[in-house]
């Protein structure tokens, strides 16, 4: 090999060691194993019930399980470190995954949609490592990058469930088990500790409250205001998805490898976006400017999605790619950006228990968005649609509330200038 392929190889290993690569690494491989299972979830739940309530309900069991356990986890990762709190999520959500892969009813499978959500903290312990590992000037960029995780998770783990559904409908749930597994293994091997002892908060009954500590985000400064523009984003971009590949599957016909495509496509977008684009956005408009015009983004494409239906056969497809499209920019946009927003109004020792709990928090109105948009859904396709526009508009209009910039809570000013 020659000494320039050589230099290529050292970089990218050396690139693939540093802190930002290994925790992207970490998100990477949870995020495969959940987008492998979500678009066939209405193939697997076939078999049992087929309704839209019923997918809601189970896509809610994760996520409220996570409301619960996000806090504690973040709570536990700003005592005992970030590395072993990812260790132990990882570990959980492996178990999870493992019994779903075997189950053979619809009551193991929503267990182990309960221990998936308990381990789902993985996400927002990787996001207060990546607070600890970042300046106030990298914060977005490197949310940013990780978010880019997320995208090529949406890209191969739909394409990965379809090409593997044919073989049988529990094989996709194993390779998830198996994927979660490496991830295990990679975390103990490669994942040092970003926070320092000196930045540690004692454990307390307090801070083990899941109940207080979301409270307090809704009685801090500015960050209250962003938590609920997050919440009402959650419920319909929760909703809109959980029930996507349902209303593709009953109302166009498609099936399982092409209701993936999108995904891909979503996924292909939101990685473009955060990879290429959010830092040179956030440093020319800034954070609270491109969190609002995601919205706007969001409501466009989902509103086109549910107008499909009225367009001719042959506009079919290409709309809803195009409408997939503005729903990635969209999330791209917001995602990355809001949780910026957040991780610079708090100190830098509050930022797992903060995280945690915002985390939480999404992971309620992530519980509701599919229950209401189940049941709106069985009642009216395009009703279902537009009350999920309509969310993203009114968290647009919250957003536009925020003061910023702000220093973060319980800091003087100056002292971490987001």
């Known amino acids: 090999m020659t000494s ?8 990218a290993w050396g690139a693939a060691k540093h802190p930002l690569g290994v925790v992207f690494s970490t998100l990477l491989l949870d995020k495969l194993g959940e987008n492998i299972i979500f678009p066939l979830l209405p193939f697997i739940l076939a ?8 997918l809601g309900l189970l896509a809610a069991t994760a996520t409220l399980f996570a409301a619960v356990a996000n806090p504690v986890v973040g709570a536990i990762s700003d005592q005992i470190g970030r590395r072993p709190t990812v260790i132990l999520c990882v570990l959980i959500n492996t178990a ?23 381990g789902s903290g ?29 995208g090529l998770g949406a890209i191969i783990g739909p394409a990965l469930g379809g090409l593997f559904a044919g073989w049988s409908p529990s094989f996709p749930v194993r390779l998830a088990a198996a994927l979660s597994l490496l991830n295990l293994v990679q975390a103990m091997a ?10 540690r908060q004692p454990l307390s009954w307090q801070r083990l409250n899941s109940a207080h500590q979301v409270l307090r985000l809704f009685r801090l400064p500015d960050v ?35 209701a993936g495509g999108i995904f891909v496509v979503v996924g292909i977008t939101v990685t473009a976006v955060q990879v290429g684009l959010i830092g040179p956005l956030v440093k020319r408009h800034g954070e609270k400017r491109l969190s609002r015009s995601g919205l706007f983004w969001m409501a466009a494409g989902i509103l086109l999605v549910g107008c499909s239906v009225l367009l001719p056969a042959p506009l079919v497809a290409s709309s809803v790619v195009l409408a997939s499209i503005a729903l990635a920019i969209g999330a791209a946009l917001v ?21 945690g709990s915002l985390s939480s928090v999404t992971a309620l109105a ?7 948009a189940g049941l709106i859904y069985d009642k009216s396709n395009l009703g279902c649609f537009v009350s999920q526009a309509v969310l993203c508009l009114a968290a647009a209009w919250v957003i536009s509330a925020l003061r910023w910039p702000r220093h973060p809570v319980g800091e003087p000013e100056g002292a971490a200038a987001p």
Do not use: C, H
């Not at 320039?4 to 970089?11: C, D, E, F, K, P």
């Not at 078999?47 to 019923?54: E, H, Q």
């Open 4 to 11: 320039s392929g050589n230099g290529v190889l050292s970089r």
């Open 47 to 54: 078999a049992y019930s087929p309704d839209g309530l019923t």
């Open 96 to 118: 999870g995954l493992a019994l779903f892969g075997f189950a053979g009813s619809l009551g193991l499978i929503f267990v182990a949609r309960a221990i998936g959500g308990i």
């Open 122 to 150: 993985t996400q927002s312990t990787a996001q207060a490592y990546i607070v600890d590992i970042s300046t106030p000037a990298t914060r977005a960029r490197n949310f940013g990058i990780s978010g880019a995780a997320f």
């Open 190 to 199: 490669f994942l040092p500790e970003s926070l320092p002892m000196d930045q």
């Open 224 to 258: 209250n205001v962003v938590t609920i523009a997050f919440v009402l984003f959650n419920m319909a971009f929760s909703g809109f998805t959980s029930l996507l590949v349902l209303f593709l599957k009953q109302r166009l016909g498609w099936s399982a490898a092409e």
């Open 335 to 355: 995602i990355p950006n809001t949780r910026s927003l957040v991780a610079g109004l708090v100190p830098t020792s509050d930022q797992g228990v903060t995280l």
């Open 366 to 372: 992530s519980s509701a968005g599919p229950i209401l």
